[in-house]
């Protein structure tokens, strides 16, 4: 599927829409309010996206809703499959696995280790479903934990449940981020020809812990650093330590160097790289390719390149809805269905892909 149209034509818009069906805050990340339609007349009170997702043979639909206002301070999506509300992200997770590249992603190796943190956790929880309701109660307990640090006379019993909590559910993120990334190495580093081999690692406190010791001991160490941690956590918010710290380390498998090191040119490569090595992992492990969302990332390329990926996702026979502003670059994609924005004719502005409409002439 190939959407095309100027800028502010709602290309993005309809890619962030289907983001929307996955666990996380989409591909932009913006708040839930921050979506509802605004127009002369008013902002809308509420938004929703339905979608039929079909896996080997077997319709499931799902619906991502909600109503609220842009003054709202907690937001919640209400979602729904086959008409069934669910709460719990694994089972969404389950249901549909999407991979989105974005213009913005380019710069993730210079990012916050925020940033790739959440790139690693989308590509885990793409396997292992279960990691998206371990990452969502890790979140809860830490927030608990960081209310109760807030009071003046926290209960010692309470803090030590919570952080036995989140000890547990620490762990097992961080099993489950290192067991993903030994697999996605391994794909990652038998890249040929076109696109750069690279090299994975999840670096932090949990993750280390669990190169020398087993789960159990991990958990008793994260407790035991908690807890020796509670007056300086209370000061500053959060918590030192804990696999929210954690980050994801890239190397061009060539050079060795880090993927913050290398070239504007080589980054793009690496994670073009990283980001087909997880849809391929994702494909081997579930059985079924990912929903991949494709935001003028195309126009940005060469024409090796733009071959190469469509070359890449064709063998996966995976679904991909790409975004871009000129028909010349999708030419390769002889088979692909071509939806136009807007019936305007486009012309490029620019190598980087903008466009604008063509305006009529005085003539």
Known sequence: MVLLGANGTGKTSVLEALSLLAPGRGLRRARLADILRTSGS????????????????TPSDITAAYAGTAAETRERRQISIDGEPVRDRRHLAETVAIIWLTPEMERLFGESPSARRRFLDRLVW???????????????ALQQRSALLRQDRPDPAWLDAVEATMAEHAVAIAAARKQAVAQLSLIAAEQRGDFPAATVAARGSVEDWLDDVPALGAEDRLRAELSALRTADARTGGAAVGPHRSDLRVFHGASGRPAELCSTGEQKMLLIALVLAGARLQHRERGTPPLLLLDEVIAHLDERHRVAIFAAITAMAAQAWYAGCDRTPFRPLRDAQIVPLDATPLTPLSRDGDCRREEPSDA
Request: hydrophobic content about 40%; proline content about 3%; aromatic content about 6%.
């Open 42 to 57: 008013g902002t809308a009170d509420s938004w929703l996206v339905q979608a039929r997702i079909v896996v080997d043979s």
């Open 126 to 140: 793409g396997v292992d479903p279960a990691h998206a309701r371990r990452v969502g109660a890790y979140e809860r």
